[in-house]
């Protein structure tokens, strides 16, 4: 597991005060590429110099407490299933404060070519990044 | 079923070139606050005089097609479910320039005191606008 | 001068409850690919086909009043000056539900290659829509 | 002086492939956001326990050199001028890649109780906060 902390920033709740619901996929997505900094340049060389990504083509959110400006968050990642091409990660959201869950997201991804947007298989480095750390 | 159409903006894609995958939650919820537009006042009535709102419980994003700027897309929305205090919501994102499902989404909500954040029955007039728009 | 009306978001506030600084540029550049509306293909054609944008150089804002979740602004853009390859553009930003004028922002861009992100030329067309326009 | 050092997230660019020019904006902040640590409870507190907030009243940005996805900025913050209610934060950002300056901010803020948006004094203790690093 890979833990990420951060902080609800100012601009991240919505007119009923609460953190947007759409936002919990963008802090999953920092914790993604939190994730992969034992690769060698981490998810930026990933992205910038091999040219391969990780598009979603599943999300499933559960939301079970809400976060507020002035929460910090800490969000436990792990690879609950690997695939050739595929993977599901595993992100639960836990409020600092207290150790309440706010949230669990399961994150399905396909290793693509970001040029073409073709899938294609996954590096051996990427899929030892991910085998390294297995849910449960 | 009740539709929004609007065009990707230029601040909306991501380094991968294509929508941001958190963004689709931010356009779901753009059409579910259109889905309400035959409401007394609509969405912000709703949530400004009344103070009733709806946090998501659960999320589930299929995402099948990019969306990239320049692309303008159509959301349809319907009412999957409806129980005593909670909704599904049923979203399908059509890529306008050549009819491509880009995504659907599901949205269980929960009819919700936003002073409190505990949820309440849901009010007939709103029970009767998810009730005029049920799924296929 | 060309108009733009569009509402608040629900996820456009911040932790004050009141549309978050930085949002002002965001609506702006909406505000400023409305006004190349009239050229062929719009903004969008000018940044997917033609490879040319106007990436900021410096930018003014005046907040005058606050805008929250309900509220509509309706943006007012001109062109306030016009060089050989920069240009500046001004947003008139009015509050829909009582004139108050909720910010002013004067946007200075300048004709750039996207590709190689070098400043080049305004072409002829470009030009005019800009000079269609003029503040004042 | 005040720093912040923060990477390019993957979400923050536009379809020009740079960070958006409203992002700017929420950088600041979030130095800004820094910038308090030092008072009791930092800019949290300051917020949610006070009630006291700063929100803008006018914003300079000179953009000088793009930010990409894979950079990282550290961002400079001072303040500038230090008035009854109103104070001037300066912003220099760094590119941490080669140490040019991508953008220079200068923020006007205006002490206000957040409850009724009214101006108010500057507590002694945020006075303090401002004047401990002045610009230059």
Same mark, same amino acid.
């Given at each position: 597991m890979i833990a990420l902390e951060r902080a609800v920033r100012f601009e991240e709740v919505d007119a009923a005060g609460?953190? @947007? @619901?759409?936002r919990y996929l963008g802090y999953a997505h920092e914790a993604m590429e939190r994730f992969f900094d034992d690769l060698d340049g981490g998810y930026v060389a990933l992205i910038n110099d091999r040219g391969i990504g990780f598009p979603a083509v599943h999300v499933e959110v559960d939301y079970r407490a809400p976060l507020r400006f002035g929460d910090s968050v800490r969000i436990e990642t792990c690879c609950a299933r690997l695939g050739n091409r595929s993977a599901v990660l595993s992100y639960r959201f836990v409020r600092a404060r207290d150790g309440v869950v706010a949230a669990e997201v399961r994150h399905t991804v396909v290793t693509t070519h970001l040029a073409s947007l073709a899938s294609c298989d996954m590096p051996a480095d990427v899929r030892a990044a991910f085998a390294r750390h297995p849910l449960g």
């Amino acid at each position: 597991m890979i833990a990420l902390e951060r902080a609800v920033r100012f601009e991240e709740v919505d007119a009923a005060g609460i953190v @947007f @619901f759409g936002r919990y996929l963008g802090y999953a997505h920092e914790a993604m590429e939190r994730f992969f900094d034992d690769l060698d340049g981490g998810y930026v060389a990933l992205i910038n110099d091999r040219g391969i990504g990780f598009p979603a083509v599943h999300v499933e959110v559960d939301y079970r407490a809400p976060l507020r400006f002035g929460d910090s968050v800490r969000i436990e990642t792990c690879c609950a299933r690997l695939g050739n091409r595929s993977a599901v990660l595993s992100y639960r959201f836990v409020r600092a404060r207290d150790g309440v869950v706010a949230a669990e997201v399961r994150h399905t991804v396909v290793t693509t070519h970001l040029a073409s947007l073709a899938s294609c298989d996954m590096p051996a480095d990427v899929r030892a990044a991910f085998a390294r750390h297995p849910l449960g």
